[in-house]
């Protein structure tokens, strides 16, 4: 028994902000982060749009691929760093927000790998018979945590949602997703307040995403090496095989990296990221979304998913579309 994805959904939010509408408040140009990143412009959050909202929107598109109504969703979960609130998690604000029943809902908190961690849990409740319908969502408003006066970290991050539905199925599907992580590099990337450290340097605007973003670079590059190997050998399969990669779009120097340690070419690889920056969570199904509704990735393509972020925590999932 696999699980398989029957369909993709995403939303973005209504503004666009371009790198030459950043140059105004912060000191940078349009030339240092498309050179550096990738990044011509990312969708924030306004008028009132919450995480919440991205994600109904996503699940809502992916449900219509998929032709099922919100009664047929046995479970939801929700990858993402940004909630709308403590609790109840997003996964419950999200079923009540569609109208499904009363299925097992929770959220999950990977940073950026949260929705391959999120999509690896919902795999095991489909294949070992828990779920024949399951919403699985990667959702974030990074932009309410980052410093909008850093030019360090505030070119990098944009909001956006995306969601798959995934069922049983006799053929692949999903054939293995790999998790890991390594919290020695908690202080590489991280977001200090919380309930036990407090929320009140957060909301007086004293703390933020703080990244060694050099050092994060360079083990991400490394790490999404070895993840993609992981999955190829578990599979008995070779770089060959794959058809589409789908990476986390964090830059689009790791994703080249990624892209050349596979021996893939730039034109196989889904890149959004100069349209939407660094997602977070929502990265991998956004760019999954952007791949599936465009045509390139097509019913029995083989695609590897793979993800890096906070943590750190990074992961991989194997599928044939
Ligand atoms: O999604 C989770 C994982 N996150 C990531 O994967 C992010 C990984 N890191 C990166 O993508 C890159 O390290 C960054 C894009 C964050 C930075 O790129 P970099 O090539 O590593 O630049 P850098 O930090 O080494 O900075 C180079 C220079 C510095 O100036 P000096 O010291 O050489 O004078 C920075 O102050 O660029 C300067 N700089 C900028 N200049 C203009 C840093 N940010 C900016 C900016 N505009 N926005």
Redesign the pocket.
């Known amino acids: 028994m696999y699980s398989k994805i029957a369909g993709t959904g995403s939303q973005l939010p209504k503004r666009v902000v371009t790198n030459a509408e ?2 105004k408040t ?4 349009d030339e ?2 498309v050179t ?2 990738g990044i011509k412009q990312r969708y924030l959050v306004s008028d009132g749009e919450t995480n919440l909202d991205l994600a109904e929107g996503a699940a809502r598109n992916a449900m219509d691929m998929a032709a099922v109504v919100a009664s047929d969703i046995d479970f939801i979960i929700v990858g993402t760093t940004t909630p709308n609130q403590v609790f109840p998690n997003m996964g419950c604000l999200l079923q009540e927000r569609l109208g499904a029943g009363e299925c097992p809902a929770l959220s999950l908190e990977a ?2 790998t949260g929705f391959i961690y999120a999509l690896s849990v919902a795999d095991k409740f489909v294949t070992t018979g828990s779920s024949k319908c399951a919403l699985v969502v990667g959702s974030e408003t990074l932009s309410s945590i980052v410093d909008w006066t850093d ?7 944009g909001d956006g949602a995306g969601a798959v539905i995934i069922k049983p199925s006799e053929t692949p599907g999903i054939r293995s997703t790999h998790l890991s992580a390594n919290g020695k590099y908690k202080d590489l ?1 991280f977001l200090e307040s919380g309930i036990s450290n407090g929320f009140d340097n957060l909301k007086s605007g004293n703390d933020f995403v703080q ?1 060694k ?5 360079k083990v ?1 590059v490394r790490t999404l090496g070895r993840i993609a190997k992981t999955a190829l050998e578990h599979n008995n399969m070779t770089k060959e095989d794959l058809t589409w990669l789908v990476p ?1 779009q ?2 689009i ?2 994703i080249q990296a990624a892209a050349k340690m596979l021996d893939m070419p730039m034109e196989k690889v889904i890149q959004t990221v100069q349209d939407h920056g ?1 997602t ?1 969570a929502a ?1 991998v199904p956004l760019a999954l979304d952007v791949g599936v509704r465009d045509g390139r990735i097509k019913p029995g393509d083989t695609v590897l998913l793979e ?4 943590g750190f925590t990074w992961g991989a999932a194997l599928l044939d579309f």
Do not use: K
Request: charged share 15%; with cysteine; proline share 0%.
């Open positions: 950043l140059a912060v000191d940078t140009s240092w982060i550096r990143t940073a950026c030019r360090g970290t505030s070119v990098l991050f990337l990244m973003g050099n050092e994060v670079f991400a986390h964090a830059n120097r790791i660094n977070s990265s993800a890096f972020g906070g």
